[in-house]
């Protein structure tokens, strides 16, 4: 299924869960997302990626993707070191509730509700890509890796 993450029908129902959520329902209830101590580990292992490439920006802040962004845990921690992210999830509730955790973060915020294929097929490059806890929603994640990594700047990490 070479060219296409097959979303369609996966991602139907992803967005109509996700969207059925109460606020903050996700974030509580996921052994991966609600532990303190594996967001401290994540917020000190963004910064890694985070600093590859920084000379070569020229001052230019970091472009991150974060597709499967849901209610902005990974999305979160790279706004606090300064970068432009761009947000991108099937659910606009789980978006919702993204823009509302990061509005005072002090990094540049775009939202998108939108498929990723939608969105990879755009021409944009970014210097991170991020897909934290989504690759197992995608029938054809090799395709959607190799997809991911035409979209990296010279310096870029997946």
């Known amino acids: 299924m070479s060219g296409s993450t097959n979303v369609n029908t996966k991602g139907n129902a992803n967005r109509e869960y996700y969207d059925s959520l109460a606020d903050g329902v996700y974030s509580a209830t996921a052994p991966h997302l609600r532990h303190a ?3 401290r580990l994540y917020d000190a292992r963004v910064k890694k990626p985070f600093d590859i490439g920084k000379d070569r920006r020229d001052g230019r802040a970091c ?3 974060d597709i499967g962004a ?3 845990i990974a999305t979160a921690s ?3 070191l ?3 992210v ?3 999830d099937v659910s606009e509730r789980q978006l919702q509730q993204l823009q509302v ?3 005072s973060l002090p990094g540049q915020l775009t939202i998108r509700c939108a498929d990723i294929d939608s969105i990879l097929e755009e021409d944009a490059q970014f210097d991170i ?3 934290n806890s989504l690759l197992h929603h995608i029938p054809d994640y090799l395709d959607l890796i190799q997809r991911c990594i035409s979209r990296l700047s010279a310096d870029g990490v997946f």
């Open 101 to 103: 955790s990061c509005k």
């Open 86 to 88: 761009m947000a991108v």
């Open 129 to 131: 890509i991020v897909a």
């Open 78 to 80: 790279f706004l606090r």
């Open 82 to 84: 300064g970068a432009h």
């Open 63 to 65: 472009r991150v993707l």
């Open 37 to 39: 101590a594996i967001r």
């Open 70 to 72: 849901g209610d902005g």
